[in-house]
Structure formats: C-alpha cells, structure tokens
C-alpha cells in the first residue's frame, strides 16, 4: 500500500465507522504503520479530529522515532499505537494499522461493577468472535493518554502471544477498544465483530454461556482461531 493509498483508505475507513456510528465527535482515531518502500513510520489522525470528515493530506505523517513531519498535530494516541505495532510485531509481522474508538457497548460492558474481576472483555460466545477477534484483555483505567496504559497493553500482547495465543485487540476500561491488524480494512472488521458480539452480550439478560473447549478445538483445527 503506497503512502497515498494508505490516506485514502484512512480516511474511507473513518467516515464509515462514523456514519455508522461505531464513533461520535472527535472520539476514537486510526493509524497506519508504512512501508519502508514508503519511506517507513506512521500515518495518524490529527488530535480532536472527526473521524467522519478526515482530508487525506491533513492526516499526521510521523517518522519512524513516531517524531511529526507534517501535517496536522498528530492524535496523543501516537504513544500507544507505536507500542502496539512493536510488541505485536513479534506475533503478527503484517500488522499494519490499529484503530481506536469509544464503541458504546464495548464501553457499557466495562461499567459494569464486576469489571474488575474480569480479566477479559468477552467470553467466547460466538464462533465469528473467537476466528475474527479472540481474547480481549481489559487494561484497567488510565487516562486518554497515558503512558502506563501503553506499557501495560505492550504487556498483555506479549503475554498473549507468548502464551501461543496473539490477540489483535485490547479493551481500555471506561475509553474503548483498541484493535489491529494488517490493513485498515481487516481492523474494521476485526472491530465491527468485537462490538456486535458486546452488544449481543449487552441484550442478554445474564451472560450467556460460551462455547465449550470441544467447540473451540474444532474452531481451532478447522479455521486457525487464536483461543
């Protein structure tokens, strides 16, 4: 994907995540980690930016030490992306763009009183969420910005992938789910089955049971889940 294109799909992505309301406001942002052909480091929406009315060349380009080049005041976020490209990276070579956004289920679940005890978003309750998404660690609350919080998702990927089982997403409690994969598309995805799968969960009266461990071997042996 040539630095142009990357804009460009940036900035589809982020209108349609907004028209369909997986983000509000200025909430939530996008990053795109470049090729070397394309001079290395990262594209990112600017800081207070309207995912829904992003212009290509008003996009943040930073270098590969995540410094800005140009364009508008690169999203705080920056911080946090870089760290999960990096520690992803030893699990998931490919990995190419991490999406952040303030989906409202993925939010209402972390406001529930037993969020603490829990130390994973989500059961495994549908097969679509085990293949597409799998484990979802919740990183307890920080605020927006925050360095910890970095550290500490840098922490859970790579406890996930060297547990044999590399995730592509994080839940920050109380802010919203973080994702990643290896293009702004497959991140979307990713994001669209992790929020539909809160908001099953969300419409349930109590949580619902998840599938057995026969279940997710066949999941595992037939698809290559991660669980």
């Known amino acids: 994907m040539t630095e142009q294109q990357a804009r460009e799909e940036i900035c589809r992505v982020g209108r349609s995540l907004f028209e369909r ?17 394309e001079g290395g480091g990262f594209l990112i929406t600017p800081t207070d930016a309207c995912l829904g009315f992003l212009e290509p060349a008003r996009l943040a380009r930073l270098d590969a030490q995540a410094q800005q080049v140009s364009g ?3 999203s705080k976020t920056i911080a946090l992306h870089v760290q999960i490209y990096r520690a992803a ?3 998931d070579p490919e990995t190419r763009c991490v999406i952040h956004t303030h989906s409202r289920h993925c939010v209402a679940l972390t406001l529930r009183p037993q969020v603490h005890a829990q130390p994973e ?13 799998g484990h979802v660690p919740v990183i307890a ?7 910890e919080a970095a550290q500490q998702v840098a922490q859970a990927i790579r406890r996930y992938g060297e547990a044999g089982t590399p995730i592509r997403a994080v839940m920050l ?15 979307m995805a990713a994001l669209e089955e992790l929020e539909e799968t809160a908001r099953l969960v969300k419409l ?24």
């Open 72 to 74: 508008d005041v690169a």
């Open 21 to 37: 309301g997986y983000v509000h406001a200025t909430a939530g942002n996008i990053s795109v980690r470049l090729d070397e052909s």
């Open 173 to 187: 409690e109380r802010l919203g789910p973080n994702v990643w994969h290896d293009s702004p598309a497959a991140a």
């Open 121 to 133: 978003l989500l059961p495994a309750v549908t097969p679509y969420f085990v293949m597409k998404v």
């Open 204 to 227: 349930c009266s109590a949580t619902p049971e998840p599938l057995t461990e026969t279940q997710i071997d066949e999941l595992r042996l037939r698809f290559g889940a991660r669980w």
């Open 89 to 91: 990276g030893s699990f």
């Open 141 to 147: 609350y920080h605020r927006p910005g925050a360095p």
